[in-house]
């Protein structure tokens, strides 16, 4: 039913005696992103504020700021359905309740997202007018306007509080129905007069009917008046219908949250075309939240060594690391699941994993798929040296290797790495003759991927690898160019 036939909404109303806080007000609000949001930008930041017995990412896309469309607000959508018994009949105290939860959201906002804090702007109908009127009156350096419909703007504000309201630049608007109770229409004529008399900024409009919400059309023009942005996408206009599935998968932006890849079977080196001596295919998982992040990746390997022979492995690790809105630091461990050769198994290694991450590092344009995505990624691993004998070679107990990734924007990847370990090169019967069945690789690598169309990245890569039989055996080189599919969401 649309929201324009509904008589909605009870007024808000000064009180006296206090309930409980509304249990929503503890849950976090609900932050949506402008469509092609780039972290190189700034955003204002629009709070919709609900009406009774409405949640404010239903009401948002009827007030003329459609979530799935808009591409010029970060808006902040506060969790609940406000009813009738939760702001009376102690509004003052809900006001403040309400009020703590809003700018906690804010905080978070200006702190983890490309937000303006001199843009900052508040809006809604009946009880979400009321909130944007009392909250804009006891933060009058904060909020830069706000649209206040249907409202009885009963909220004390002294001469102090206007005056401020002025010096800070407030725009505001007033918007109320022309059949409205008295109350509310004496009330809220009451607040545009004392605008008036401050010389505050303002506009009042008035609309047909009593006490509906107005139409989207009617706030949008409010919006664009207090805001000075233009460009909401009209409300009149229905959203584009839903794609389906399959074009879903092969024309969404990816986030790179899940991922699939594999390398195409056939390498370009000095003899020319092959069939690949390092092949795999694999699948990463990633969970990025404001301080936290987790990674898994799992592959399966297969790879050539000295004795002419091929390790195949299924190899997994996780990471799990912590830290501020742009730099992580984190811990982890990787194992196999599964190593052998054509002729026998090969034993199980065990690796240490450092991590440092990074969030839209300065050097590079920001992506606009996902805030939270990690764009820098280093990785330092350890790999823990097995079946040492009697004087073990010092490249069997450095195994080291350093992996580099850069996301540049939602387009490019780059990457690069770099190492010096040791791989068993045949089968062995026991774990103590492991040390004289091993091969010391010194490796080099470098990569650059291209997204056309988006989930799918294009990567060409080259891999130098020099590689000697331990103890004595003789260093040979080969470099390898392959060329890698991955399919990201």
């Known amino acids: 039913m649309l929201l324009t036939l509904l008589p909605v909404c009870f007024p808000a109303a000064e ?20 469509v092609g949001y780039n972290r ?37 959508l506060p969790a609940g359905r406000p009813s009738r018994d939760h702001y009376l009949p102690d509004f003052r105290s809900f006001v403040e309740w309400y009020e703590e939860r809003v700018l906690t959201e804010l905080e978070s906002v200006l702190e983890n997202y490309s937000a303006d804090p001199e843009r900052v702007y508040l809006g809604g109908y009946s009880l979400g007018g009321d909130l944007s009127w009392a909250l804009s009156v006891r933060n009058p350096g904060l909020f830069a306007g706000a649209v206040i419909a249907g409202s009885r703007t009963s909220y004390p504000v002294e001469p102090a509080t206007l005056e401020t309201l002025r010096k800070h630049g407030f725009r505001a608007s007033f918007l109320i129905g022309d059949r409205e109770a008295p109350a509310r229409y004496d009330g809220i004529n009451r607040s545009r007069n004392a605008f008036a008399d401050t010389g505050i900024e303002h506009r009042y409009r008035e609309y047909r009917g009593a006490h509906v919400i107005p139409p989207p059309q009617v706030f949008q023009d409010e919006i664009a008046y207090v805001t000075r942005v233009t460009s909401l996408p009209d409300p009149t206009t229905p959203a584009v219908p839903s794609r389906t599935v399959r074009a879903a998968l092969f024309s969404h932006t990816s986030r790179d949250r899940f991922a ?20 795999e ?17 799992a592959r399966y390997t297969s790879s050539s060594r000295t004795t002419g022979d091929s390790e195949n492995t299924l190899d997994q690790y996780v990471l799990v690391a912590g830290g501020g809105s742009r730099h992580m630091l984190g811990a982890g461990f990787g194992w196999d699941w599964y190593r052998g050769f054509r002729e026998g198994d090969s034993f199980h290694r065990y690796d240490l994993i450092a991590m440092h991450g990074m969030r839209n590092p300065w050097i590079i344009p920001a992506g606009r798929a996902d805030p939270l995505r990690v764009d820098m990624l280093t990785l330092l691993r350890y790999r823990i040296p097995r079946g040492i004998g009697a004087g073990p070679a010092v490249a069997q107990l450095l195994n080291l290797q350093v992996e580099y990734l850069l996301r540049v924007a939602d387009r490019v990847v780059v990457d690069a790495g770099a190492g010096s370990y040791t791989v068993q090169n045949r089968p062995v019967e026991a774990l103590s003759e492991l040390s004289e069945a091993l091969d010391h690789r010194l490796e080099w690598s470098v990569g650059a991927g291209l997204r056309a169309p988006s989930p799918l990245l294009w990567r060409v890569g080259y891999r130098g690898i020099g590689e000697r039989t331990l103890p004595e055996g003789e260093r040979s080189y080969r470099g390898l160019w392959n060329l890698t599919l991955e399919f990201s969401y």
Request: proline fraction near 10%; avoid cysteine.
């Open 15 to 34: 009180a006296f005696a206090t309930d409980a806080k509304p249990v929503y007000l503890e849950r976090r609000a609900e932050v949506v992103l402008p």
């Open 40 to 76: 190189t930008s700034e955003y204002p930041v629009f709070v919709v504020l609900p009406p009774t017995g409405l949640e404010a990412a239903r009401v948002a896309q009827y007030l003329g700021l459609d979530p799935q469309r808009q591409e010029d607000f970060i808006l902040i």
């Open 260 to 279: 699939l890849r594999f390398a195409l079977p056939l390498e370009l080196s000095s003899k020319g075309f092959s069939l690949p001596s390092e092949a």
């Open 281 to 297: 295919i694999g699948v990463r998982a990633e969970w990025p939240w404001e301080r936290l992040y987790l990674r898994t990746a």
